[in-house]
């Protein structure tokens, strides 16, 4: 049976082409011009993080939730920015499952269109998630929810052009990776500054080095070439090495995108079929006293969205355990589903494995051609399982701002400076 084939795009080009584009460049932008637009878009996205929510309480940002899974994606509860690059990282998820999978031909004409209707189902998202988000404050009226509504559409509208811009070359790196490691930076940073947390700095510090050892760590990937004449005596072999960091990116930054997803989705239903033994299942959710919204207080959503402490493993054991499963097997499967879907992808995958190989005669330890993509997916669950295994001792350890956070930027960074410095969309697959 012939392999199927995916559909083609061309009927959708109208809908692609409906909002307006940012032009590439003719020529190639000079490096000094790129580190200007990636300080202006810094300048501005900053900016948007620190403007309060016009006619909104701000008080409702004192407690947040979703802190840690807010950092990772460099959303700031309660501001303009309250959203991050949230939107783009579905975006990209989506992008890579139909491609992936083969929902879609990967032809250059279809990539083109994809492109344009990642950009719309974006402005789509940047307006409906907000609404979710202004309606599960409860003690905002109905003109204050629209106004914040609009605000954070405005916003994440904002970033979305920016991460065109960027992409188009005329930055260093696409949004994601850009405004993440930035907002995790500046997190710790003006934490350190504050009364209280002198005595963490030590401990985050070391946790710090920690991540960075771990950079540029390399699993050999022997594989064994078949002979070209059944007279070849001598079998060779192709020494490639899985570089681990490009698949530390996935459990790092999609994990806590989807735990947000269903936060949020767990809660809205609770607002509407709290009495259905189901959603019940899913999460049960309480007015927080510290704040204008409601909180986790059991279901999956309590064992997702709460990262245990000491303090909490000794109050409940039971939810810390579980907290860990689900942590550890759930970083080491999203891990494993991201490198299927990146298998399409060329520049992800000369990242991961390397264009450069060398050729030695075979070795015991090699393994034949057709088993190759089943060793990258053992190692890409170990390398989950170790991001969920990290997010847990900097939970243990009260590290200053996240260690998802601190993960993702000490990745990025390096990626991004070994590979050269090169690459103007950023080495992480999207």
């Given at each position: 049976?012939?392999?199927?084939?995916?559909?083609?795009?061309?009927?959708?080009r109208?809908?692609?082409?409906?909002?307006?584009?940012?032009?590439?460049?003719?020529?190639?932008?000079?490096?000094?011009?790129?580190?200007?637009?990636?300080?202006?878009?810094?300048?501005?996205?900053?900016?948007?993080?620190?403007?309060?929510?016009?006619?909104?309480?701000?008080?409702?940002?004192?407690?947040?939730?979703?802190?840690?899974?807010?950092?990772?994606?460099?959303?700031?509860?309660?501001?303009?920015?309250?959203?991050?690059?949230?939107?783009?990282?579905?975006?990209?998820?989506?992008?890579?499952?139909?491609?992936?999978?083969?929902?879609?031909?990967?032809?250059?004409?279809?990539?083109?269109?994809?492109?344009?209707?990642?950009?719309?189902?974006?402005?789509?998202?940047?307006?409906?998630?907000?609404?979710?988000?202004?309606?599960?404050?409860?003690?905002?009226?109905?003109?204050?929810?629209i106004?914040?509504?609009?605000?954070?559409?405005?916003?994440?509208?904002?970033?979305?052009?920016?991460?065109?811009?960027?992409?188009?070359?005329?930055?260093l790196?696409?949004?994601?990776?850009?405004?993440?490691?930035?907002?995790?930076?500046?997190?710790?940073?003006?934490?350190?500054?504050?009364?209280?947390?002198?005595?963490?700095?030590?401990?985050?510090?070391?946790?710090?080095?920690?991540?960075l050892n771990?950079?540029?760590?390399?699993?050999?990937?022997?594989?064994?070439?078949?002979?070209?004449?059944?007279?070849?005596?001598?079998?060779f072999?192709?020494?490639?090495?899985?570089?681990?960091?490009?698949?530390?990116?996935?459990?790092?930054?999609?994990?806590?995108?989807?735990?947000?997803?269903?936060?949020?989705?767990?809660?809205?239903?609770?607002?509407?079929?709290?009495?259905?033994?189901?959603?019940?299942?899913?999460?049960?959710?309480?007015?927080?006293?510290?704040?204008?919204?409601?909180?986790?207080?059991?279901?999956?959503?309590?064992?997702?969205?709460?990262?245990?402490?000491?303090?909490?493993?000794?109050?409940?054991?039971?939810?810390?355990?579980?907290?860990?499963a689900?942590?550890?097997?759930?970083?080491?499967?999203?891990?494993?589903?991201?490198?299927?879907?990146?298998?399409?992808?060329?520049?992800y995958?000369?990242?991961?494995?390397?264009?450069?190989v060398?050729?030695t005669p075979?070795?015991?330890?090699?393994?034949?051609?057709?088993?190759?993509?089943?060793?990258?997916?053992?190692?890409?669950?170990?390398?989950?399982?170790?991001?969920?295994?990290?997010?847990?001792?900097?939970?243990?350890?009260?590290?200053?701002?996240?260690?998802?956070?601190?993960?993702?930027?000490?990745?990025?960074?390096?990626?991004?400076?070994?590979?050269?410095?090169?690459?103007?969309?950023?080495?992480i697959?999207?």
């Amino acid at each position: 049976m012939p392999p199927m084939r995916g559909i083609n795009l061309f009927r959708l080009r109208p809908l692609a082409e409906f909002l307006p584009e940012v032009q590439s460049p003719t020529e190639d932008v000079p490096f000094r011009r790129k580190v200007v637009y990636t300080a202006g878009s810094l300048v501005v996205f900053f900016a948007g993080s620190q403007l309060r929510l016009y006619g909104v309480d701000t008080t409702m940002a004192a407690d947040d939730p979703l802190f840690w899974a807010h950092t990772a994606y460099a959303g700031n509860f309660g501001t303009v920015m309250s959203l991050g690059v949230f939107p783009l990282v579905v975006l990209e998820m989506a992008t890579h499952i139909l491609l992936g999978l083969r929902a879609v031909n990967p032809t250059v004409e279809n990539r083109i269109i994809l492109n344009g209707l990642q950009k719309l189902l974006g402005m789509l998202i940047s307006v409906v998630m907000p609404v979710g988000i202004a309606l599960s404050v409860t003690h905002l009226g109905m003109g204050s929810a629209i106004l914040a509504s609009l605000q954070i559409s405005v916003g994440s509208i904002v970033v979305i052009y920016i991460d065109e811009v960027l992409r188009k070359g005329y930055g260093l790196l696409s949004a994601i990776p850009l405004f993440t490691t930035a907002n995790i930076c500046a997190t710790i940073f003006w934490k350190a500054l504050r009364a209280g947390v002198h005595g963490k700095l030590a401990e985050t510090f070391a946790f710090f080095l920690l991540i960075l050892n771990l950079q540029g760590y390399r699993v050999p990937l022997p594989v064994r070439r078949r002979p070209r004449s059944p007279d070849q005596e001598t079998r060779f072999q192709t020494n490639h090495y899985i570089n681990i960091s490009y698949l530390a990116y996935a459990p790092i930054l999609f994990q806590a995108t989807i735990v947000s997803s269903t936060y949020l989705f767990s809660q809205h239903l609770y607002m509407d079929f709290g009495e259905n033994k189901l959603v019940n299942l899913l999460g049960k959710w309480q007015r927080s006293k510290g704040f204008g919204g409601f909180i986790p207080v059991g279901g999956i959503a309590y064992y997702l969205t709460t990262p245990p402490t000491l303090a909490d493993v000794a109050r409940d054991p039971v939810h810390a355990c579980l907290y860990a499963a689900l942590l550890l097997f759930g970083c080491g499967l999203v891990s494993m589903a991201w490198f299927r879907v990146c298998i399409h992808s060329r520049p992800y995958m000369n990242w991961l494995i390397g264009d450069q190989v060398s050729v030695t005669p075979v070795q015991d330890d090699s393994i034949p051609l057709s088993q190759w993509a089943r060793r990258v997916f053992m190692v890409a669950f170990a390398v989950g399982f170790c991001v969920g295994a990290l997010t847990l001792l900097a939970g243990f350890m009260g590290v200053i701002g996240s260690g998802t956070g601190i993960m993702l930027a000490v990745t990025v960074m390096h990626s991004y400076f070994d590979s050269g410095a090169s690459s103007g969309i950023g080495p992480i697959g999207l």
